[in-house]
């Protein structure tokens, strides 16, 4: 068993309505006062990640997420890309290959410090799966010639989770162990545990994969994420629980998928780094300064069992008058309030 200290990062790879360019800005300088070390870039609906992959981002885009890149930078935290090119492996041809070279390097021309492929949420139930998706993922290495620049992918199967052979088809045997073997050891592998929104997560959780992929594991963890139809009615404002300390012997990194209301998934995003004993002395003051003290927190915290039409008008009244005050946490909190997220119905697990 290898001692590790693990990467921390934050994962901002939900469905829906992304944050804002000035959240992502506000959240790169906030986030190494969590005490966490990186930032992964992956949401659903940049298309120029995922349906649009082979496309360039316009202009626009692409200026913001370089100045996201140097933000980070700034602030001593890793900016990483996750990109979902979208059923590639179903004819990964000389033209595909063309477009997804030009892709990545589009990527790295951003400054990043990690890379991540991402096969899920596509069709798993294919003859030589693992062998495609390998294959993709050994031009990416050869590409990306920096081996400074840190390589991750996402399998198919992401869990034990028989959702997903419900949805995506039945897994081939052996997926995950095969899959790493053809990886050559350059990628860690994103599990979610033993479900896709795993309740808890422990050493015995990761005995099998520990073992499929040879530590080289990366946890996504699925909270404070809400952008599932069970989770998208509500806010999630507590601290991470479930997860065992001793994890982080067994795996490379711990990622926590952030909700849609950035500023609103601090408090969450923060005990991630109480979870492995690191210090974070600047927790407290970048909460403060999104506008999260002691009773905010505790006023959000009946979302995280009640939907709107199932509090009391007391409550309601309570969360509406923390809305009304003017910080980044209150917008949120007001948007959300009123009806500002939407679920989407592309998200078809949890």
Same mark, same amino acid.
């Given at each position: 068993?290898? /001692? ?11 469905? +829906? ?28 609906? *940049? ?24 933000? !980070? ?5 890793? @900016?990483?890309?996750?990109?979902? &090119?979208?059923?590639?492996?179903? *004819? ?26 991402? @096969?899920?949420?596509? &069709? ?11 294959? #993709? !993922? ?16 996402? &399998? /198919? ?10 949805? @995506? ?14 990886? *050559? ?5 994103f599990w979610t545990g033993p479900a896709v929104c795993s309740e808890t997560i422990g050493a015995a959780d990761l005995h099998d994969v520990h073992a499929d992929c040879a530590g080289e594991i990366a946890i996504w963890d699925n909270y404070p ?30 990622? !926590?998928? %952030? ?7 601090? &408090? %969450?995003?923060?005990?991630? %780094? ?16 999104? +506008?999260?003290?002691?009773? @905010? #927190? *505790? ?5 995280? /069992? ?19 005050t003017e910080s980044v946490a209150a917008l949120e909190l007001r948007d959300w309030l009123s009806g500002g997220y939407e679920f989407d119905p592309e998200c078809l697990t949890c």
């Amino acid at each position: 068993m290898k /001692t590790v200290r693990p990467v921390l990062g934050v994962l901002e790879g939900f469905y +829906g309505r992304p944050w804002s360019a000035s959240s992502r800005l506000l959240m790169a300088q906030w986030l190494p006062a969590l005490g966490l070390d990186a930032y992964l870039y992956a949401p659903k609906s *940049d298309a120029y990640l995922r349906k649009a992959w082979h496309k360039q981002w316009p202009g626009s885009q692409r200026d913001h997420l370089a100045a996201v890149a140097r933000q !980070c930078k700034g602030s001593g935290l890793a @900016f990483h890309v996750g990109l979902s &090119p979208f059923e590639l492996y179903l *004819d990964y041809n000389r033209s595909a290959r063309s477009a997804l070279q030009g892709k990545i390097n589009e990527i790295i021309d951003l400054g990043v410090s990690g890379l991540a492929i991402l @096969f899920d949420d596509m &069709p798993g139930d294919l003859d030589s799966l693992e062998a495609r998706q390998a294959e #993709i !993922c050994a031009d990416v290495r050869h590409w990306v010639s920096d081996s400074s620049i840190r390589l991750r992918v996402c &399998p /198919t199967y992401y869990s034990d989770d028989p959702i997903l052979d419900e949805i @995506f088809g039945q897994r081939p045997d052996g997926y995950i162990r095969s899959l790493y073997e053809q990886l *050559d050891g350059a990628y860690e592998v994103f599990w979610t545990g033993p479900a896709v929104c795993s309740e808890t997560i422990g050493a015995a959780d990761l005995h099998d994969v520990h073992a499929d992929c040879a530590g080289e594991i990366a946890i996504w963890d699925n909270y404070p994420v809400n952008d599932s139809r069970a989770r998208s009615p509500h806010i999630y404002m507590d601290d991470l629980v479930g997860r065992s300390s001793d994890i982080g012997e067994l795996i490379g990194s711990h990622w !926590c998928n %952030a909700m849609n209301q950035p500023a609103l998934s601090l &408090p %969450a995003l923060a005990s991630l %780094a109480v979870l492995y004993n690191r210090e974070a002395p600047g927790a407290r003051d970048v909460q403060a300064e999104a +506008g999260l003290n002691e009773r @905010f #927190i *505790d006023g959000c915290r009946v979302l995280a /069992t009640r939907r709107l039409d199932e509090l009391s008008a007391a409550q309601l009244k309570g969360l509406e008058s923390l809305a009304g005050t003017e910080s980044v946490a209150a917008l949120e909190l007001r948007d959300w309030l009123s009806g500002g997220y939407e679920f989407d119905p592309e998200c078809l697990t949890c």
